[in-house]
């Protein structure tokens, strides 16, 4: 069995995960297999950096505003759930992060979609979204945001691959907590 979900430049050729079947503890174990593959192209964790107060005013959104507001929600317990929950369903339909976004969080333009650093501070805000407000979505979003991140290791600088390294610790954590209350031994 293997882990194929984080390869390929899934930034250009999303996975679909259409039907995606469970299939036990060996696709776990496959899974973390590919995350510390990918951990190994790390050198060494980094925080993510801390959101600044952001205002969303306007009919259009910077891609990196509007992740910097949702995450400044989410780090004083003030979450935007709204606009959490239609960034999240547009990137489960997309499986990308647009420059710009309508009021709706709706992509303002389909085909500026290539900046890495918004997929890296999406997975923040998710990760973020996970620890703090304990949804299986938010749970199911971080493992899609990963595998696409984890596809385009090779292209962040050292930065962002240790701000990657930490999501990936985090992200066990997650799964692990998913798990064992699932009864699931990892």
Request: net charge negative.
């Amino acid at each position: 069995m293997q882990y194929d979900y984080s390869k390929g430049d899934l930034i250009e050729t999303p996975n679909t995960y259409f039907y995606t079947s469970y299939q036990g503890k060996p696709f776990l174990d496959v899974w973390g297999e590919s995350r510390a593959q990918t951990l190994s192209e790390c050198i060494s964790l980094v925080q993510a950096p801390k959101a600044e107060k952001a205002t969303l005013e306007g009919s259009h959104h910077d891609g990196s505003e509007l992740l910097e507001y949702l995450m400044y929600g989410l780090q004083t317990d003030c979450p935007d759930y709204k606009r959490l929950h239609f960034l999240i369903r547009n990137f489960e339909i997309t499986k990308r992060i647009y420059d710009c976004y309508t009021g709706e969080v709706r992509s303002a333009d389909k085909k500026r979609y290539h900046n890495h650093s918004l997929y890296l501070r999406f997975a923040e805000v998710i990760e973020l979204a996970c620890a703090k407000l304990e949804g299986l979505n938010y749970v199911n979003a971080l493992l899609k945001i990963m595998d696409t991140l984890c596809s385009i290791v090779q292209h962040l600088d050292s930065a962002d691959k240790g701000r990657l390294a930490r999501l990936i610790n985090c992200e066990r954590n997650h799964i692990e907590n998913v798990a064992t209350n699932a009864g699931i031994a990892l």
